[in-house]
């Protein structure tokens, strides 16, 4: 299976997946983007030239590995799109929508590589091509004089304008724009900045055609560039915003083609850098350089790769973080000796022992903190992909929705990020098929047509929370109640209490409407979004108002790479429990205690509170009776809470938590073993297993 | 050390490493990459050159763009120069003939052919 060939045609394999997902997440977010511009009708030729662009790569990508189907699928929606950006069909929302269902048939199909399903999508593949054929039509003829000899390009510049390029350059033409070319000359170390300062002005303020690289007076040090510029500004206008030494701006077409060097007023004429003379040292060194290193250094400077991003895969960074994991560990195991060593007297090594690990400490959590903020990406990237589906899904139910984002910067590892993405999507689609009512509803209950779904996100101590909030219709307790009745999920709803009404939301099978929304095309129910937020420890809680919406909490942790974990100490065993799950922990004696229908609770605040005994929960014999005074650990995941009867609580530790393999899954009630640095190896504690398997058995 | 050594100018990361690992195989041949039009015109002065392979489509500047620089400046108008190019656009195929590209290569590629086009070029047996 791993022979030599096939791991390297599988790495092939990864790569191509990671490109090709990366260039459909970016696909989707311009399609949305697009849609947005056809509502206007002022769509910009380089959004549509970068749709374009997608598309066609990953034809090229998936041909190159043989995947027929994504490569027929992106071919025709390269067709489309290439009838679009040369101005032959016009963007309007039937288009956009058959682009969108391209893309998310392109997305399925990449989905079912990467997840290695045989599925057949032969049938679907064939409707889409179908409907992206209905769009194209025939092309025209091409009209017999071009206006662009008019201009009076150089044979060298009209040469080498692509196909593209050169509709670019009719349309601005066609649309009464000024064409302006803007020559620049500049140096070969430094051209790609001080070239993209240009053309940032410049895209300010028109549209940059084609950026043409030429010969210019001393080939071994300067590299020229013509820009063909179309805008609405004057000659003047422009060569006033983009005024430095190095460029010249010449209106084109307009008979007399005037030439005009652009004052400098800041740097003189007479800087020896600016002459061709120099060579690049002497330039860079004459200070006329953008700000950069311009040191003998510049060699290698120049000769590195302009993106400044590195792709890494998440489990090479798993590994590092487990071996940062196991270093802390080694440091508390040196601690452990230092303080060994002064309890037998040997006092000034053990200062110095004790001195050297405490340094070695603070590296490492400054190491810890690097890597960590690798994992770390902004939320803002699930935004993108929520506000497709909110679009795709309001635009079917003819309803009328807003999705309004905050705190997009907020981060969060990377593999939290893409656990969290398919439970949000579907609080979302919820919201929007049972939250958001219609217009006229919604009119008529005095409130804007349009809904509004707000998501923000931000940090709360080593959490993250993400909310959803609809301002829809509300959650209907009555009618849960009575649906939770019918199913037979309580005997009698008299005291069933809103807070406990808004929990059956959560138990399989679960379902307010009668009909399955087509939406999700899943059939996932509301504990599936539970479960899986529960599964990277994040707790999920409702609020809602009748008439004025429902708000989704989820708390997630930040990372799962290395957690903080309570140590405590039960029966003669010791126990890490995640620091995530414990809300708070109470000192108490056994006269705290009630028994209530056999099950044992306690009284916290207003509410009661369910025990579990660990000993009872693991069957272990206790040697000695249980101290007069003990503690409870109050456990929360999402939104069930209950209290963990212990013998003491022995501290917090950072703990790496390493898997126990298959054999062990049937045990409920442990996630795996942590090191605890002193050769102790303990087990850790899977709170929402426990509390699925209190409930259960309570019952 | 006078290697031969081959300029790959594409965006795509995926497609520089099958043209990697299609050239690696043909023995001690440098491969230099370059993720745009504009890094290639960064490297084309401080390397030695004896083959571009380049796409056309490119977020900067356009292959076309890059072969009508190469042609008209003396250090590099020699240089062979192969556009390697999902089929597309037949005027930008034409256009980069004119302009004075030596071969035209679809996506996807098939990995024998372009090894002996490469070896035609540089004269390896």
Redesign the interface.
């Given at each position: 299976m791993s022979d030599h060939t096939g791991t390297?045609a599988n790495k092939?394999v990864r790569?191509?997946l990671a490109?090709a997902e990366e260039i459909v997440e970016q696909l989707g977010s311009e399609l949305a983007d697009l849609a947005d511009q056809a509502d206007t009708g002022d769509i910009s030729p380089d959004l549509l030239n970068s749709i374009f662009?997608g598309a066609?790569?990953l034809?090229?990508?998936a041909?190159?590995?043989?995947f027929k189907d994504i490569s027929e699928l992106s071919h025709n929606m390269?067709n489309l799109l290439?009838f679009l950006r040369l101005g032959r069909l016009h963007a309007d929302q039937n288009l956009v929508s058959v682009l969108y269902d391209s893309h998310e048939l392109l997305t399925s199909l990449i989905r079912a590589v990467t997840e290695g399903a045989g599925s057949d999508f032969s049938v679907e593949i064939a409707a889409c091509v179908g409907r992206i054929n209905s769009c194209l039509s025939p092309p025209e003829a091409p009209s017999g004089e071009s206006p662009l000899e008019q201009l009076g390009l150089p044979e060298?510049v009209l040469?080498?304008?692509?196909?593209?390029?050169e509709h670019r350059l009719l349309d601005n033409l066609a649309k009464g724009r000024v064409i302006l070319n803007v020559h620049a000359s500049l140096e070969?170390t430094t051209?790609?900045q001080e070239?993209s300062e240009i053309t940032d002005i410049l895209k300010s303020c028109g549209e940059v055609i084609?950026?043409?690289?030429?010969?210019g007076g001393n080939?071994?040090t300067h590299?020229d560039f013509d820009i063909l510029f179309g805008t609405t500004r004057s000659r003047d206008d422009v060569a006033l915003l983009v005024e430095r030494d190095s460029v010249q701006v010449t209106r084109l077409g307009s008979g007399s083609a005037q030439t005009a060097a652009v004052p400098a007023p800041v740097a003189p004429a007479a800087e020896p850098a600016q002459t061709s003379a120099g060579t690049p040292h002497e330039a860079a060194s004459a200070g006329a350089a953008p700000p950069g290193p311009a040191t003998a250094a510049d060699?290698a400077q120049?000769?590195k790769?302009?993106?400044r991003t590195v792709?890494v895969d998440i489990g090479k960074l798993d590994d590092l973080m487990n071996i940062v994991g196991e270093l802390v560990l080694a440091h508390s195991s040196i601690s452990g000796i230092a303080t060994r060593m002064r309890n037998e007297g040997f006092s000034r090594m053990s200062i110095d022992l004790g001195k050297a690990a405490k340094s070695l400490e603070r590296k490492l959590s400054d190491l810890q903190k690097g890597v960590m903020e690798i994992r770390m990406i902004p939320v803002g990237q699930l935004y993108e992909k929520m506000s497709r589906i909110v679009r795709k899904i309001s635009r079917e139910q003819g309803k009328k929705v807003e999705l309004r984002f905050f705190g997009a910067d907020t981060e969060l590892d990377k593999l939290i990020v893409e656990d969290i993405s398919d439970p949000m999507m579907h609080i979302i689609r919820n919201a929007i098929d049972h939250g958001i009512e219609d217009p006229e509803r919604r009119l008529a209950a005095g409130k804007d047509e349009k809904g509004t779904i707000r998501i923000s996100s931000y940090q709360k101590g080593n959490h993250v929370v993400i909310e959803v909030e609809d301002d829809g219709g509300g959650i209907n307790v009555e009618k849960v109640k009575a649906k939770a009745l019918q199913k037979g999920l309580v005997q009698d709803t008299a005291n069933v209490t809103e807070r406990e009404a808004l929990d059956f939301i959560f138990l399989p099978g679960f379902s307010t409407t009668e009909k399955v929304s087509e939406v999700s095309g899943r059939g996932v129910g509301m504990d599936v979004v539970r479960n899986n937020i529960a599964a990277i420890s994040g707790m999920v809680d409702i609020e809602t108002v009748a008439g004025e919406g429902t708000r989704f909490i989820i708390t997630l942790p930040i990372t799962l790479a290395i957690i903080k974990a309570l140590i405590i100490s039960c029966a003669g065993r010791t126990y890490a429990i995640p620091i995530t799950s414990v809300l708070e922990s109470l000192l108490l004696t056994e006269s705290a205690i009630k028994t209530v229908e056999r099950k044992e609770v306690i009284q916290l605040r207003e509410s009661t509170l369910p025990l579990l005994r660990l000993e009872r929960f693991f069957c272990i014999e206790r040697s000695r009776t249980q101290p007069s005074e003990f503690y409870v650990v109050v456990v929360g995941v999402a939104e069930k809470r209950m209290g963990i009867v212990v013998d003491d609580l022995l501290g917090q530790q950072d703990i790496v938590i390493k898997s126990l393999g298959d054999s062990f899954r049937k045990f409920k009630g442990i996630s795996g073993a942590a090191d605890l640095g002193d050769q102790r190896t303990i087990l850790v504690l899977d709170v929402g297993g426990m509390i699925s398997e209190t409930m259960k058995s309570g019952s | 050390m006078n290697t031969t050594s081959i300029l790959i100018a594409d965006?795509?990361?995926?497609?520089r490493?099958?043209l990697v690992?299609t050239i690696e195989s043909m023995g001690d041949i440098r491969i230099i990459e370059a993720?745009?039009?504009?890094?290639a015109?960064?490297?084309l002065?401080?390397e030695k050159v004896d083959l571009i392979l380049t796409d056309?489509?490119m977020?900067?500047?356009?292959g076309?763009?890059?072969?009508?620089?190469i042609r008209?400046?003396?250090?590099y108008k020699d240089i062979p120069v192969f556009i390697i190019?999902?089929e597309?656009?037949r005027?930008?195929i034409e256009?980069g003939k004119?302009?004075g590209a030596n071969e035209y290569v679809v996506?996807?590629?098939d990995p024998v052919r372009l090894q002996e086009l490469i070896a035609s070029y540089l004269h390896l047996s």
């Open positions: 390297a092939a790569d191509f490109e662009r066609h790569s034809k090229g990508l041909g190159m590995f043989g390269e290439d060298r040469g080498a304008l692509t196909e593209y390029e070969l051209f790609d070239l084609s950026t043409l690289p030429s010969v080939i071994e590299i060699d120049s000769a790769s302009m993106s792709r | 965006d795509s990361t995926t497609t490493a099958m690992s993720s745009s039009g504009f890094e015109l960064r490297l002065p401080r056309i489509n977020p900067d500047i356009n076309l763009e890059l072969i009508s620089f008209n400046n003396p250090n190019s999902t597309g656009s005027k930008d256009k004119e302009l996506k996807p590629f």
